[in-house]
């Protein structure tokens, strides 16, 4: 199985300034910085959590089809593009969408076959014969958790602070994103 990140998020939980005022910083001097903390604090607290805050896709690989349903990692699911698999020849095939259905509802979401419907039985390829891309995340920032939105400030705080610290969540980041941690 690998997941690859195939379009990152536009923007950010946390906005510069809101970093910047919990900084305690009102230069300029360190905005590129401050830009790349956040950027870098957002991405090791969506891996802790198992989410991705705001709108991504990713691509899942896997080298068969999975049982019915499946969960796609990175909560919460919003659509998926497409299912796509390379028989033995290499050839690749997009499934239909009327073939399953997803349950965005769950955390992490899931994938079933539609009712009546099967994965289709031509001989994969060996390795990689199934992708599935897919869109994960909420739209605007203003949706994102507050005790997100703290964890990330938090963590770029303690990195700010001390410029020479592992990249590793404090304590008190891991509890505010325990609370609705996708396992």
């Known amino acids: 199985m690998t997941l690859r990140l195939i379009t990152a998020p536009t923007t950010e939980p946390v906005s510069s300034t809101e970093a910047k005022l919990h900084l305690k910083v009102d230069d300029t001097a360190d905005d590129n910085l401050i830009s790349a903390l956040i ?12 989410r991705a805050y705001l709108t991504q896709t990713w691509e899942l690989t896997l080298d068969a089809f999975p049982d019915s349903p499946f969960e796609l990692p990175r909560a919460p699911l919003a659509t998926v593009e497409s299912i796509k ?8 095939t997009t499934m239909a969408a009327a073939d399953y259905v997803l349950d965005i509802s769950a955390e992490p979401g899931r994938v079933a076959l539609a009712d009546g419907k099967s994965w289709p039985t031509a001989d994969l390829y060996p390795v990689g014969a199934v992708k599935i891309r897919y869109t994960a995340g909420v ?10 939105k ?13 410029r020479q610290v592992g990249a590793d969540l404090s304590p008190a980041a891991k509890a505010l994103l325990a609370i609705d941690r996708v396992f």
């Open 39 to 50: 950027k870098a604090a957002r991405m090791l607290c969506e891996s802790y959590q198992g």
């Open 150 to 162: 703290q964890a990330i400030l938090l963590t770029i705080g303690g990195w700010y602070q001390d």
């Open 139 to 148: 739209a605007a920032a203003a949706s994102v958790a507050e005790n997100v």
């Open 85 to 92: 698999y390379k028989d033995a020849d290499g050839d690749e």
